[in-house]
């Protein structure tokens, strides 16, 4: 009996069961380069466009994150939503500090230096101020030893400090948000008249 299994007939029958399996192509791959270089590019297409999307937000890295936070700084659509975000989670006098340093910053004359340095302080650094920004004591107690004599830079700690509170909580939250979402998708849709 053990002589019949390997017989001719038997081998044909096993010849024919094979020919009906698919097996993969490896051959393929490696003859056929273009295509190959054809499908990573493919799989590297998708992976940025996934990589774009805001639900993956959380694994990018700061500096890109940083340089997204301020082109929308810039564009005026955008900043306009922001604030409007802002101003429905109660902290928009984050974005009025950091624009109003921006403002600061461009001052040229010492005497309009001066009376800004102490309009910013009275609205967003001062225990009583209105707008009152969420900066460590320390950072305050500088910038109130600044005010004796103003530059440009005595609020660039504060600012920084109140860019990275924005950077971390608050954007990653606008980009998930439905405004800033309708926004992209509008800039994205090109109307012909």
């Given at each position: 009996?053990?002589?019949h299994?390997?017989?001719r007939i038997r081998f044909n029958e096993f010849k024919d069961l094979m020919q009906n399996v698919k097996r993969p192509r490896r051959i393929d791959i490696v003859l056929n380069r273009k295509r190959y270089k054809k499908d990573v590019q493919c799989l590297v297409v998708q992976r940025n466009y996934h990589d774009t999307s805001p639900s993956n937000v959380s694994w990018r890295t700061e500096h890109q994150l940083h340089s997204t936070l301020e082109k929308m700084l810039q564009d005026k659509k955008y900043l306009a939503?922001?604030?409007a975000f802002l101003q429905s989670e109660f902290s928009e006098e984050n974005i009025?500090?950091?624009l109003a340093c921006?403002?600061?910053r461009s001052t040229t004359s010492l005497d309009d230096l001066r009376w800004k340095a102490e309009?910013?302080?009275k609205e967003f650094i001062e225990p009583t101020a209105c707008r009152e920004i969420n900066v460590d004591f320390h950072i305050k107690e500088k910038i109130k030893k600044f005010l004796e004599e103003p530059s440009l830079s005595c609020f660039d700690e504060a600012q920084r400090h109140v860019y990275l509170l924005m950077e971390r909580d608050s954007w990653p939250r606008f980009l998930h948000s439905d405004a800033y979402l309708s926004l992209?998708?509008?800039s994205r849709t090109l109307w012909y008249i």
């Open positions: 009996m053990p002589k299994l390997f017989s939503a922001f604030r009025e500090f950091w921006e403002d600061f309009k910013i302080y992209k998708h509008k």
